[in-house]
Structures are given as C-alpha cells and as structure tokens.
C-alpha cells in the first residue's frame, strides 16, 4: 500500500495547467525525487498537497485512506503531512530550540514536546546551536534547522522543496546523510532537487516532471538513459 497517492491531478491557473493529470505513488519508507526544469510544477504539487494549491480534478490519497484533496491546510498538516518550503522561513531572532518548538505546532503534546525537541536537535545535528538566535546560523544550518522544524511534528509525510539550494559540497552531502537519516518505514519522504548528485544519493525513485505530466518514473540511472529525460531537462 502506497503512504501517499497522487491521482490524476490537474492545477490550473486561469488557462495554464500547471499540473496536467499527473499521477504518482509514494511507498512507506521510500525517499522519492521529484525532478524536473523550471516551471515543470514541482512546487505545485506541493501546493496541491499541502491545500495552498486547489486541484480543479483528480485526487490526493494518504495511505489510510484519507481523502486529503478538499481538505484545509490545517487538517492536511494535523494528518501529518509536512513541508519545508523552497525558501527558509526560520524564525531570526528565536533561538533553535525556539523554531524547533514552533515547528512542533500548536497542538504539540506537552509531555512528548521535550523529547521530540531533543531528537530533532540530534537530527539535525544542531545540539550545539541550540541556544544560538536562529538568524545567526550560517545557510546551511538554516536549511536544517527548517528541516527541523519539520521534523519536530513527527511527519509521516515530509516534503522537501530544493533542500540543498545555495548550499555548499560539504553541505549538501551533510544534508544527504541527514534525509538518509530520516527514512522510517511509517514515513514517505518526497523531495525536489535542482543537484543532480544529491538527488542520486538521496533517492530510491525519481519521478521527472515535465510540463505538469510525468516524463519518467524510476531509478535515477535509468532517468540519466532516457533520451526524453535527456532533451527536456539533463541535455540542457
Ligand atoms: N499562483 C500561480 N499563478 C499563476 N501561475 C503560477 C502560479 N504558481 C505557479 N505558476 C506557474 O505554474 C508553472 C509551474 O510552477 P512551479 O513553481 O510549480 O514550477 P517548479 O517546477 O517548482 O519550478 P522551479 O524549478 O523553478 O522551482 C510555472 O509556469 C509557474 O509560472
Ligand atoms: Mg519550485
């Protein structure tokens, strides 16, 4: 059974359809790429699941069964489906472990509230920052404290949007082994990447977007072959 189905799903934005009958399945404990050129409606369909975006047809399913494609932003985020978005929005003058708690959401249980703060900072390998005002993190760091927040509701759904962008080598593997890290087999991890390099580290399928269709779905090597792939995205 997949942890997240994309069925069918059209976006459009007045007469340009941005996500054009695009189906895809996302497996428990898979970490899944979703690549593509600029304008392909990557981050759309994270709009889409995340209710910012609403679909005109086909529909967004969780693993349960739950029908997530009318639902308000709020009930999406409280059936555990999280995003980090393609810009950091980290709080500057709280410190870490303030963003992390905000991250935890409002209906954070208190009593778990300390432990999950904790396994995030482990996560993230932020522990040492903890104290430090998030606006003083170098870029990196604000990437993975964003994850962090994230992390810290305890996501079954976790979606990335351009993870390692304006990250440095060292940074982007770091950030690597963190998703790597992240993989539990109640969690589907879906993220969207411009490095090519990362992508192929991080993730057992890639789904290439093109247009708002998908162009191809599976290993990141069979993708590299793929002469469709190749002329509307890794050729250029
Ligand atoms: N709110 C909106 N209103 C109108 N057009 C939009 C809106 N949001 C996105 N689009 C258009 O939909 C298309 C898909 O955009 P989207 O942001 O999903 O692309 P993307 O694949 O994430 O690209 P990038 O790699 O540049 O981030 C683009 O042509 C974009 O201009
Ligand atoms: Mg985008």
């Given at each position: 059974?997949?942890?997240?189905?994309?069925?069918?799903?059209?976006?459009?934005?007045?007469?340009?359809?941005?996500?054009?009958?695009?189906?895809?399945a996302?497996?428990?404990?898979?970490?899944?790429?979703?690549?593509?050129?600029?304008?392909?409606?990557?981050?759309?369909?994270?709009?889409?699941?995340?209710?910012?975006?609403?679909?005109?047809?086909?529909?967004?399913?969780?693993?349960?069964?739950?029908?997530?494609?009318?639902?308000?932003?709020?009930?999406?985020?409280?059936?555990g489906?999280?995003?980090?978005?393609?810009?950091?929005?980290?709080?500057?003058?709280?410190?870490?472990?303030?963003?992390?708690?905000?991250?935890?959401?409002?209906?954070?249980?208190?009593?778990?509230?300390?432990?999950?703060?904790?396994?995030?900072?482990?996560?993230?390998?932020?522990?040492?920052r903890?104290?430090?005002?998030?606006?003083?993190?170098?870029?990196?760091?604000?990437?993975?404290l964003?994850?962090?927040?994230?992390?810290?509701?305890?996501?079954?759904?976790?979606?990335?949007?351009?993870?390692?962008?304006?990250?440095?080598?060292?940074?982007t593997?770091?950030?690597?082994?963190?998703?790597?890290?992240?993989?539990?087999?109640?969690?589907?991890?879906?993220?969207?990447?411009?490095?090519?390099?990362?992508?192929?580290?991080?993730?057992?399928?890639?789904?290439?977007?093109?247009?708002?269709?998908?162009?191809?779905?599976?290993?990141?090597?069979?993708?590299?072959?793929?002469a469709r792939?190749?002329?509307?995205?890794?050729g250029?």
């Open positions: 059974m997949s942890a997240l189905v994309i069925d069918s799903l059209e976006v459009v934005f007045g007469a340009f359809r941005a996500l054009d009958g695009l189906s895809l996302v497996d428990p404990g898979e970490v899944r790429a979703v690549i593509g050129p600029n304008g392909a409606g990557k981050t759309t369909l994270l709009d889409a699941i995340t209710g910012i975006a609403r679909p005109r047809s086909g529909r967004i399913l969780l693993g349960d069964g739950r029908d997530l494609t009318q639902a308000s932003e709020a009930e999406i985020a409280r059936a489906v999280r995003r980090k978005f393609q810009k950091p929005s980290v709080f500057p003058a709280l410190t870490v472990r303030e963003n992390l708690g905000l991250g935890c959401g409002p209906d954070c249980p208190a009593r778990e509230r300390p432990v999950r703060l904790a396994r995030a900072l482990a996560e993230t390998g932020l522990e040492a903890a104290s430090v005002p998030a606006g003083a993190l170098a870029h990196g760091e604000k990437q993975w964003e994850i962090g927040m994230v992390l810290a509701s305890e996501p079954r759904v976790l979606l990335l949007d351009e993870p390692v962008a304006g990250l440095s080598d060292d940074e593997a770091r950030t690597a082994e963190l998703i790597g890290a992240l993989r539990r087999p109640d969690r589907a991890i879906l993220v969207i990447e411009h490095d090519m390099a990362f992508v192929e580290a991080v993730a057992d399928r890639v789904t290439v977007l093109h247009e708002g269709r998908t162009l191809f779905e599976g290993a990141m090597a069979g993708a590299r072959a793929d792939v190749i002329d509307v995205f890794l250029r």
